[in-house]
């Protein structure tokens, strides 16, 4: 069994930028466990644990994805939910292309099993996950709230598998699909 999720990539510019921005959330009480910055992508959907011998499916279904490369930005870091935050992230604004991505990505992987998404798609970018959450984390989010952090073009997506491992994930590419 593969651990599995279909992302694109953001540029290294974006990535350096969101770095910086998890420094000065560094500053927060709330006990945060942030991503590795040059791990940082969004995910289009996470397929779960996937049998090893589907992979050449799942790669072939995500090959017939035909879309348009579009910008993409970092937009307002904040978080999942504010009265229970679980999640912090960068909303990535593309006017729309990432919900035409991820539409692509549901029709061609359902047909396989993989099940469709129940809650709408907001891309964005995870830049940690809340272990316990602090009032000040609010304020460095507000410290953050005229910041930009970069843009790129999405031109592909990629197949990545997961292995969770006590210093955090380590992903491979399993395969690139570039439009």
């Known amino acids: 069994m593969v651990r599995a999720f279909v ?22 009480a709330a006990r945060l466990t942030f991503v590795d910055p040059t791990l940082i992508h969004i995910t289009v959907k996470f397929l779960g644990e996937v049998d090893e011998k589907k992979i050449p499916q799942v790669i072939a279904a995500l090959e017939s994805i035909r879309v348009q490369p579009f910008p993409a930005r970092g937009g307002r870091i904040t978080v999942n939910n504010p009265s229970r935050p679980h999640t912090v992230w960068c909303a990535i604004e593309d006017a729309g ?12 992987l359902s047909p396989l099993g993989f099940p469709r998404e129940t809650r709408s798609f907001k891309p964005h970018a995870t830049l940690a ?41 380590v992903y491979e ?4 699909v570039l439009w």
């Open 7 to 28: 992302a694109c990539e953001l540029s290294l510019e974006m990535k350096q930028q969101l770095a910086a921005a998890q420094i000065e959330l560094k500053k927060s």
């Open 97 to 108: 292309k990432g919900q035409e991505v991820f539409s692509a990505v549901e029709t061609v």
């Open 129 to 169: 996950r809340v272990k316990e959450a602090d009032s000040s984390l609010f304020k460095y989010l507000d410290n953050l709230k005229s910041a930009t952090f970069g843009s790129c073009l999405i031109s592909g997506l990629k197949l990545k598998k997961s292995t969770l491992t006590p210093k955090g994930p």
């Open 173 to 176: 590419d399993l395969c690139e």
